[in-house]
């Protein structure tokens, strides 16, 4: 009995220790007041800055014991985002450009998708020094983020889907943005899982 209380003291710690290594997301656009500090959460398998809270679900027959699925988070190189299920839930930008996550439990995606690409690149304010904010890199050099439309004639200050630079998407219909920063969560995890 003891080293079962022991074995669920060390996961509780272990969880603890692996929320410092996690962070929320939102908008670095310090020259563009209806976007900067908006917060990014994953929905409908794209991330939409402007949402209140991701889409979710949880696996699990007791309710009160699913995470309260009411932040999106991150690792650091935006690799993995931070659901309860094994393994997390890990981004990629997928072929229409869209900045994407596969279902829960799945590491699938589509053909073309390409995965990593979130380097801390410059970024600076009004002439002033450049800080570092993680932005998008992808494989053919092109660089850059972009808050698109959620649907035709939908106003991008209300909410925005994340697109990713490629060679063939380079902003259209969308504002840039000069990356997401991270700021550290304070729970250890986001959700079950996100939808």
Known sequence: ??????????????????????????????????LHGKIVNARDRSFVA???TPSTRCGLDDAAQCPAGDVTFVTSEHAVGL????????????PDVSISYPSAHSTRHPPGAQTGGFP??????????AVNVPNWRSRDGTSGLWPCPVAAGAPIAYQAVLKASTAQFNGGGGLAVDGI????AGSPFGAWGNT
């Open 1 to 34: 009995m003891r080293t079962k209380s022991l074995l669920i003291d060390l996961l509780g710690l272990a969880s603890l220790a692996t929320a410092d290594n996690y962070f929320t997301i939102a908008l670095y656009a310090p020259n563009n007041g209806m």
């Open 50 to 52: 402007g949402v209140p």
């Open 83 to 94: 659901s309860a299920v094994s393994g997390g839930q890990f981004i990629y930008v997928a």
């Open 120 to 129: 801390s690149l410059p970024a600076s304010f009004h002439h002033s020094e």
């Open 181 to 184: 920063p991270i700021q550290p």
